[in-house]
């Protein structure tokens, strides 16, 4: 099956400061990948819709100043946490999929803002 | 937009007896329903989907059926086994072009095998 590869997979920062995730589809090409949240405990939400070439699509309710995204090839969208702060701790996870496929999941960052 | 809700939140079983999880949506033009497998600190794994214009699929122990009129679909693991305890999502999501749609997700259901 396809392969999406999510880096890194855990990162500790400080509180204000900035964090980039990385998710890439290894073997196909993505026009169009997707960002969730997960909490503790709680269901993946979708943050954002990130779209090749394009502004990404936010969800109500996600700042879209705070979760920077950026699509620039068919392969690597990036997701980047700025101003962190401990209530942004959570496990970030992006899917991307061919057209008529189930959705790849990356294997998601554990992000943990002290 | 499409919601998901999905019952039970917990569900405890014994080794070998059979375990039945919930989802109903809210949109009727969803039609690709999904079930994912979580284990903790883990990316969801697909264990098995369905699409409205199926009423039943099975794969081993595994089997999914959809009521597209009442708008339910629901797990079922028969001779459940220890390596099954995980917390299960149920999701939905309209269209075609079903690799390229987000996923609306359930609450999930923390499924617990008693050996």
């Known amino acids: 099956g396809a392969v999406v590869s999510q880096h890194p997979s855990w990162v500790i920062c400080k509180s204000g400061t900035s964090v980039k995730i990385e998710c890439r589809s290894l073997?196909?090409?993505?026009?169009?990948m997707f960002w969730y949240r997960q909490f503790p405990k709680q269901s993946l939400m979708l943050m954002a819709t990130?779209?090749?070439?394009?502004?990404?699509?936010?969800e109500q309710g996600v700042e879209k100043d705070k979760f920077l995204i950026n699509h620039a090839s068919l392969t690597l969208s990036t997701l980047t946490v700025t101003s962190a702060h401990p209530e942004d701790s959570s496990f970030y996870i992006c899917s991307a999929g061919r057209r008529n496929t189930e959705a790849f999941f990356g294997q998601g960052t554990r992000l943990t803002v002290v | 937009g499409e919601n998901v809700e999905q019952h039970p939140s917990t569900l405890s079983v014994q080794e070998g007896d059979s375990a039945v999880i919930k989802c109903t949506y809210s949109?009727?033009?969803?039609?690709?329903f999904p079930w994912y497998k979580q284990e903790l600190g883990k990316r969801p794994q697909l264990i098995i989907d369905?699409?409205?214009?199926?009423g039943e699929k099975k794969d081993q122990r595994i089997a999914v059926t959809l009521n597209k009129t009442a708008k339910h679909f629901s797990l079922h693991i028969t001779e459940t086994q220890p390596e099954d305890s995980a917390v299960y999502f149920c999701?939905?999501?309209?269209?075609?072009?079903?690799?390229?749609?987000?996923?609306?997700f359930g609450s999930g259901t923390r499924l617990q095998v008693q050996p």
């Open positions: 990130s779209n090749e070439g394009s502004k990404a699509t936010y």
């Open positions: 949109d009727s033009a969803s039609n690709y």
């Open positions: 369905i699409r409205s214009n199926v």
């Open positions: 073997d196909f090409q993505a026009t169009t």
């Open positions: 999701a939905a999501t309209l269209g075609g072009d079903t690799g390229r749609r987000a996923l609306t």
